[in-house]
């Protein structure tokens, strides 16, 4: 019972989203920020950005959120770039979480583009 009662909690984006950002700061990520993109991305509704320190510390910071949503019946979560470190994606469905080290985030500046994006189509 308790299983279905957590996997109910997490088919909401927003419970989600909450639940990413806490393992996140558990993990010590800096600079958390999360961008609802829903209506103007076909791939996501959420997008999650945060730095990590080392090749070490994002390679790790992924893997405690991806145990921390097996935990809670999540299952099937995509990593990508976890080999090098410097940007590591977790598809989650709904939710997307970029852990990036600071140049790479620096670099691509996702949080821009996205919200150009978000503030572009209203």
Not at 14 to 21: A, E, W
Not at 38 to 63: F, Q, W
Not at 92 to 113: F, K, P, S, T, W
Request: net charge negative; aromatic share 4%; charged share 20%.
């Amino acid at each position: 019972m308790i299983n279905i009662q957590k996997e109910s909690i997490l088919n909401q984006t927003s419970k989600l989203v909450d639940f990413c950002q806490k393992s996140l700061d558990n993990s010590k990520a800096l600079d958390i920020v999360s961008i609802n993109v829903a209506g103007h991305s076909s791939i996501t509704d959420e997008m999650i950005i945060c730095t990590g320190t080392s090749n070490r510390h994002v390679g790790a910071i992924a893997d405690r959120l991806v145990d921390h949503l097996a935990q809670y019946g999540v299952h099937g979560v995509s990593i990508s770039g976890k080999n090098e470190g410097l940007w590591v994606l977790v598809d989650v469905g709904n939710v997307i979480v970029h852990i990036m080290q600071q140049e790479a985030r620096e670099r691509y500046g996702l949080e821009d583009l996205y919200k150009c994006v978000v503030a572009g189509a209203n």
